[in-house]
Nanobody, 124 residues
Framework: QAQLVESGGGLVQAGGSLRLSCLAS????????MAWFRQAPGKEREFVATISWSGGNTYYADSVKGRFTISRDNAKNTVFLQMNSLKPEDTAVYYCAAQKFGILTMKSNEYNYWGQGTQVTVSS
């Protein structure tokens, strides 16, 4: 059973930056595709970004493209989300997810493991 623990959330002003981390344990993390999703109050969980097991392929939601960067360090079992030029509409709980077959997908129901989430609040 993989365990994912997110960190790095917080309160930031619009235009600022945050870097989220997701530490994985319990499984062969390096073979998994990883992703970040987010859920704002009263809204459904939405895809943010995903990265292949090697880090060679990444995909982003249009709403964050050019502002967010997903990366991973397999030696440290960690995936990152660098968020720049933050906007109030980026406010949400951000979740890390793992896809055990290495499939890159934007569908939340195709991910096998989830973290507890970390709150990101962007003030205007």
């Amino acid at each position: 059973q993989a365990q994912l623990v997110e960190s790095g959330g917080g309160l930031v002003q619009a235009g600022g930056s945050l870097r989220l981390s997701c530490l994985a344990s319990g499984r062969t993390f390096s073979s998994y595709a990883m992703a970040w999703f987010r859920q704002a109050p009263g809204k459904e969980r939405e895809f943010v970004a995903t990265i292949s097991w090697s880090g060679g392929n990444t995909y982003y939601a249009d709403s964050v493209k050019g502002r967010f960067t997903i990366s991973r360090d397999n030696a440290k079992n960690t995936v990152f989300l660098q968020m720049n030029s933050l906007k109030p509409e980026d406010t949400a709980v951000y979740y890390c997810a793992a896809q055990k077959f290495g499939i890159l997908t934007m569908k939340s129901n195709e991910y096998n493991y989830w973290g507890q989430g970390t709150q990101v609040t962007v003030s205007s």
